[in-house]
């Protein structure tokens, strides 16, 4: 078992970024048996999901003449457009179904405002609306941040990075992510994640490594 104060924080473990789904991330489903298998050894365990309305900003349906992966700027900065995907209620937002976690013991919902997207469980883009995450983990006491789940370069690697400005001990369990690696978006490769979150002191983990 890990720690008391340690938590695990499963991000976007869903049907839309598998492989069928609307954004799927190359081989995304390979996490869920590891995340299955690791979620037994912490006391603490949360979950991310993204959760957008059907005419969400970040999708490229909503920019005329725009395509997915493009970039467009908003009011709070560059936005990537996406394919429209974890449209809220539907069966592309629900889990995977082979994700096995039956002691999860909340659910933070990110990227429902219409006008703001969130890469990120804490802050979302605007950079000011938050999900609850930060101040849930304070209460509870949950100091060791351990992350998992999809995509390692987007959500992954914002959540990550949102934890250590909190102050928080922050490992990512490499192994337990994958990553979409969009050499077309500025900054959009896993390597330049990996190089934003290891500049951060962020720690990267295995799961074999968790004991
Ligand atoms: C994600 C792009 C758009 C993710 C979510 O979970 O990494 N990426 N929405
Ligand atoms: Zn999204």
């Given at each position: 078992m890990q720690p008391n104060?340690?938590?695990l924080i499963v991000v976007d473990v869903q049907n839309d970024f598998c492989?069928?789904?609307?954004l799927a991330v190359p081989d995304g489903d390979a996490v869920v048996g590891i995340v299955s298998r690791i979620a037994k050894q912490f006391?603490?365990?949360?979950?991310t999901q993204d959760w957008h309305p059907a005419d969400h900003i970040s999708f490229a349906s909503q920019h005329a003449g725009?395509?997915?992966?493009?970039t467009v700027e908003l009011p709070y900065g560059t936005q990537v457009l996406w394919p429209d995907h974890c449209v809220q209620g539907t069966a592309g937002a629900a889990f995977h179904p082979g994700l096995v976690v039956p002691g999860v013991?909340?659910?933070?919902?990110?990227?429902?405002r219409r006008m703001v997207d969130s890469y990120s469980g804490f802050l979302e883009a605007d950079r000011t609306s938050t999900t609850g995450l930060g101040g849930y983990l304070a209460e509870?006491?949950?100091?060791?941040v351990f992350v998992a789940g999809l995509a390692t370069d987007f959500c992954v690697a914002w959540t990550a990075l949102d934890a250590q400005a909190l102050g928080l001990d922050v490992t990512v369990i490499e192994d337990a992510c994958r990553g979409i690696d969009a050499p077309t978006i500025p900054g959009g490769t896993l390597a330049d994640a990996w190089r934003r979150m290891s500049d951060a002191g962020v720690r990267r983990g295995r799961s074999d490594g968790l004991v």
């Open positions: 104060d340690a938590v492989p069928g789904g609307a006391s603490a365990v949360v979950m725009r395509a997915p992966f493009e013991q909340a659910v933070f919902r990110k990227g429902f509870r006491g949950l100091g060791r």
